[in-house]
């Protein structure tokens, strides 16, 4: 049996980055890019290079250097053999069989590279879908539990993330999710929650085609947050209240206020870790739409821009022009609609929290 699993790439709309640090974000799917895994049964187990993102043969030295200093020194083939690793591992200490049979994997993604979009995690995202379904354990495997799965195979390789991509990327559509540390101790997961895509008005991506200057500054963010600075903490929780307020916020179209989280958001996120650790570029772009007077905030850590419009189109073409103008690619969001199944959404955790806001 073939089996071929799409995963999307994600765009914090609210609350990111506190979700790694005990908060909360909304987070949706974005439908124009994507990363698609394809499992095919075969004699010998085997992960196929991509032919453009796994190169080892160049024509001269200059364009491996090209290639390297383009897209870095990884590929996805790394990938699908963490996610492969990871999911044996888990069926192991679970007690879920495997059939005793092997594969070849492929896979193939338009998610621009370095772009804050999750590129990594959506190849990882659709591997494991792949594997639920060659192996017939999707039942075995609760929801909740995938995207951690998902984070532990790019732990594994050293990349350094939060759970709210996964999430996003394993549920689609747009998820309010809570990683209060009393649901991750308790569950080990945080509690996830699907909202009304419509609720969302026009949103718009802005990203560089080149993202070479995305921050290089390493960041203290965390450290102090460990070691009880006041106004990191402060600030992280005002950043996850902001998740929280979003809901009704869209429920009342009150897109004046969302505006103004949008930007909070951003705000709160650049007094915390510094122009050096944003990166010029990123900031350009979140300025670029704010000269329009449009909303903006970083889709994850850096290297895209979701953007809202609040007066409407005649703002949306400012903001095309102006983008254009600075060198930044500009597109409208399609959201991606949630891929759980009936059976997997009557199966999600719910706390009394979760279903008020449900």
């Not at 594969?103 to 338009?110: A, E, I, W």
């Not at 122009?275 to 350009?284: E, S």
């Not at 949306?316 to 997997?344: M, R």
Request: aromatic share 8%.
């Amino acid at each position: 049996m073939e089996v071929e699993h799409r995963a999307y790439a994600r765009a914090g709309l609210l609350g990111n980055p506190s979700d790694v640090y005990g908060g909360r974000a909304v987070s949706f799917a974005v439908a124009g890019l994507w990363a698609t895994v394809r499992l095919r049964p075969s004699e010998e187990l085997l992960v196929q290079p991509h032919p453009r993102h796994d190169l080892v043969a160049f024509p001269c030295l200059s364009a491996l250097v090209e290639r390297l200093e383009g897209g870095g020194y990884y590929g996805g083939v790394r990938l699908l053999l963490a996610i492969c690793k990871i999911f044996h591992s888990h069926c192991k200490h679970n007690g879920i069989a495997l059939e005793d049979k092997n594969f070849t994997l492929s896979y193939d993604t338009n998610i621009p590279r370095q772009a804050g979009l999750s590129g990594s995690s959506a190849i990882v995202c659709a591997a494991l879908s792949c594997l639920l379904d060659f192996y017939n354990v999707r039942d075995k495997i609760r929801v909740e539990v995938r995207p951690n799965l998902i984070l532990d195979a790019e732990e594994e390789l050293g990349i350094v993330a939060g759970l709210q991509d996964r999430v996003a990327q394993v549920y689609c559509g747009l998820v309010y999710m809570d990683f209060s540390q009393e649901h991750m101790d308790k569950l080990g997961h945080g509690i996830y929650t699907p909202l009304n895509v419509n609720l969302l008005p026009p949103l718009y991506l802005i990203y560089a085609e080149n993202p070479s200057d995305s921050g290089k500054v390493h960041s203290s963010v965390r450290q102090r947050w460990l070691d009880g600075d006041e106004f990191i903490i402060s600030s992280m929780k005002e950043v996850a209240q902001l998740a929280d307020d979003v809901h009704n916020v869209l429920l009342q179209k009150n897109y004046t206020e969302l505006a103004r989280l949008m930007n909070r958001n951003f705000d709160l996120r650049r007094q915390m870790f510094g122009d050096d650790v944003l990166g010029a570029v990123n900031i350009k772009m979140v300025e670029v739409a704010r000269s329009v007077g449009a909303a903006s905030k970083f889709t994850g850590s850096g290297g895209a821009v979701v953007a809202f419009c609040p007066d409407g189109d005649a703002q949306a073409e400012l903001l095309k022009k102006a983008c254009e103008e600075a060198g930044f690619v500009v597109e409208p969001i399609e959201v991606a609609p949630s891929v759980l199944t009936k059976e997997e959404v009557a199966s999600l955790y719910k706390s009394p929290v979760d279903k008020k806001i449900s």
